[in-house]
C-alpha cells in the first residue's frame, strides 16, 4: 500500500494564478498536473497518495487530491523573494485526479470524522498521514467525492514538465449532507447495496458491520439546498456501485446499473 502524505496550500502567501486553468483541465481530461512544495521531506516516494489541504484564510480543509509522479527535488523557491535570494524549495510533481478552489472535505469534519488527534494544520507540507488517520481519510474522501486513487494512463517518466497557462472560469460550490438523513436511510433499507446486493458484514464480518455508502437519487448539485426524503430520495449503495452510478453525467439511474450488471453477467 503506497504512503499518504498532507501538502499544503496557503492562498494568503501564494497566489494560485491558474487554478481555474487546473480545474478546467481536471474536468475535460480526468486529471491535471502540477508542482508542490514538499517542504523539508526528501522521503516521499514516486507514486505516494496525497491529499492538498487549504490553510491560512477560511475556509479551511481538502481541495484536491492525487497522487505524486517524481522523487522530491530541489527547484527555486515559490516565494518569489526568497527565489530572488537564490533560496531552494524541495518540489515534487503531483498528479490531481480531484481538485476544487473551496474544501471537498471542511477541518471540522476531518478532526470528527477522520482524527481529532491529527494535526490538520501542519506548518510545512509534507506531513505524513499515520495508516489509520489515511485508511479514514480515504473512506470518506471517496464517500464524499466518488473518486478512487487510482488514476487511468499515468506512467512515471523522469523529469516530466509541462507548459501550463490558458486561463477559464470554473466556479466550485460543496453541497452540505445532512448525517441524520444518511442515517434514516440506512435505518429504512439496511446497509445493503440496492444496486448489487452485497452486505459488507457478511462478506468481510463484524469489522465493516453497518459500512454503507449513500447516493442521492437526485444530485444536490442539480437540486441545490432543498428538503430530502430520505426513503425515496437516497439509497444506500456500495463504494464501486456508487463510483460506476457517477462515471457519466447526469449519474446513472438505479434501475440502469442493475439493467448494466444483468446485461454484463449474461455475457
Known amino acids: 500500500m503506497s504512503r499518504s502524505f498532507l501538502l499544503t496550500w496557503n492562498p494568503g502567501s501564494w497566489q494560485w494564478d491558474d487554478l481555474a486553468a487546473s480545474i478546467g483541465e481536471l474536468d475535460t481530461t480526468?486529471?491535471?498536473?502540477n508542482v508542490w512544495s514538499c517542504g523539508v521531506r526528501r522521503d516521499l516516494p514516486v507514486g505516494s497518495r496525497f491529499f492538498l489541504m487549504r490553510l491560512g484564510e477560511n475556509p479551511k480543509g481538502i481541495v484536491g487530491a492525487g497522487i505524486t509522479t517524481s522523487d522530491p527535488f530541489d527547484r527555486p523557491h515559490w516565494n518569489d523573494a526568497r527565489a530572488a535570494n537564490g533560496d531552494l524549495a524541495i518540489s515534487v510533481d503531483i498528479l490531481f485526479n480531484s481538485l476544487s478552489r473551496d474544501p471537498q472535505i471542511p477541518?471540522?469534519?476531518?478532526?470528527?470524522?477522520v482524527s481529532s488527534e491529527f494535526d490538520w494544520t501542519p506548518q510545512a507540507s509534507g506531513t505524513e498521514l499515520p495508516p489509520d488517520v489515511a485508511e479514514r481519510l480515504e473512506a470518506l474522501?471517496?464517500?464524499?467525492?466518488?473518486?478512487?486513487?487510482?488514476?487511468r494512463n499515468y506512467s512515471p517518466l523522469p523529469n516530466?514538465?509541462?507548459?501550463?497557462?490558458?486561463?477559464?472560469?470554473?466556479?466550485?460550490?460543496?453541497?452540505?449532507?445532512?448525517?441524520?438523513a444518511r442515517s434514516a436511510c440506512i435505518a429504512?433499507?439496511?446497509?445493503?447495496?440496492q444496486i448489487c446486493g452485497i452486505d459488507f458484514s457478511t462478506k468481510y464480518g463484524p469489522v465493516a458491520s453497518g459500512f454503507i455508502h449513500v447516493h442521492h437519487l437526485n444530485p444536490v448539485s442539480v437540486t441545490g439546498a432543498t428538503s430530502t426524503d430520505p426513503i425515496n430520495d437516497l439509497r444506500p449503495v456500495c463504494?464501486?456501485?456508487h463510483l460506476v452510478i457517477h462515471r457519466r453525467r447526469p449519474p446513472y439511474s438505479i434501475d440502469e446499473m442493475k439493467e448494466m450488471i444483468k446485461n454484463h453477467e449474461s455475457q
Open 107 to 113: 477541518l471540522d469534519e476531518l478532526r470528527t470524522r
Open 188 to 193: 429504512y433499507y439496511g446497509p445493503v447495496c
Open 239 to 241: 463504494p464501486n456501485c
Open 141 to 151: 474522501w471517496t464517500e464524499e467525492t466518488g473518486d478512487l486513487v487510482v488514476l
Open 160 to 180: 516530466r514538465r509541462f507548459a501550463e497557462g490558458n486561463s477559464s472560469s470554473v466556479t466550485i460550490t460543496r453541497y452540505e449532507r445532512d448525517p441524520a
Open 30 to 33: 480526468g486529471q491535471t498536473e
